[in-house]
């Protein structure tokens, strides 16, 4: 079964970058979309990234997402940082039956 | 403006049934997969299951924990989205959200306990 695999949580200062990854262990990158979500505490999701690179109007372009395809991962970074991007970041992609499968997602802390 | 909303979520004894609305706005309804996605209590993000467009078919899939107790359905007529559960156990409580990558959006989720 697919997994996207995260790390459960990463930390930075204000004005500063962070990359969150996500891990394929099956399938590729390469032949499936990632989307990337952000859950501020008490919220819905929203979408920040879509079609690996993708940002829907209104997300800022601080936030970026790339595909490694040599190592099966992609990443969503988050530059100049901000104490209100501190949230939940979920990546999505398909499996091979053509369902959505999450990560685990990541807590972004700002301090 | 594209807007979700979710209704219909509430408390129902473990076996019991509901059914979940998603009244869209704002885009053209007819042309977007819609999609389920569930958040049980502290955990993350689910897959529950999708309806594509009537044009490219109107077919469904859904994840493996409720297949064959959940239906979408879809009323275009209506820009409405519909989930009905059934045989519900404790561990679909969730809130649940409609979503589109049609237009990248979320609604804001209802609330559904299973308890008895």
């Known amino acids: 079964n697919l997994m996207l695999t995260q790390p459960h949580s990463v930390s930075e200062s204000p004005g500063k970058t962070v990359t969150i990854s996500c891990t394929r262990n099956?399938?590729?990158?390469?032949?499936?979309?990632v989307q990337w979500y952000q859950q501020r505490p008490g919220s819905a999701p929203t979408t920040l990234i879509y079609?690996?690179?993708?940002?829907p109007s209104g997300v800022p372009d601080r936030f970026s997402g790339s595909i490694d395809t040599s190592s099966n991962s992609a990443s969503l970074t988050i530059s100049g940082l901000k104490t209100e991007d501190e949230a939940d970041y979920y990546c999505q992609s398909y499996d091979d039956n053509d369902h959505d499968i999450f990560g685990g997602g990541t807590k972004l802390t700002v301090l | 403006e594209v807007q979700l909303v979710e209704s219909g979520g509430g408390l129902v004894k473990p076996g019991g049934s509901l059914r979940l609305s998603c009244a869209a706005s704002g885009f053209t309804f007819d042309y977007a997969w819609m999609t389920w996605v569930r958040q049980a209590p502290g955990k993350g993000l689910e897959w529950v299951g999708r309806i594509k467009s009537k044009a490219d078919g109107g077919t469904t899939d859904y994840a493996a924990p409720v297949k064959g107790r959940f239906t979408i359905s879809r009323d275009d007529s209506k820009s409405t989205l519909y989930l009905h559960m059934t045989s519900l156990k404790t561990e679909d409580t969730a809130v649940y959200y409609c979503?589109?990558?049609?237009?990248?959006?979320w609604g804001q989720g209802t609330l559904v306990t299973v308890s008895s």
């Open positions: 979503t589109t990558y049609f237009v990248h959006s």
């Open positions: 079609e690996d690179t993708q940002r």
């Open positions: 099956s399938g590729t990158f390469a032949s499936n979309y």
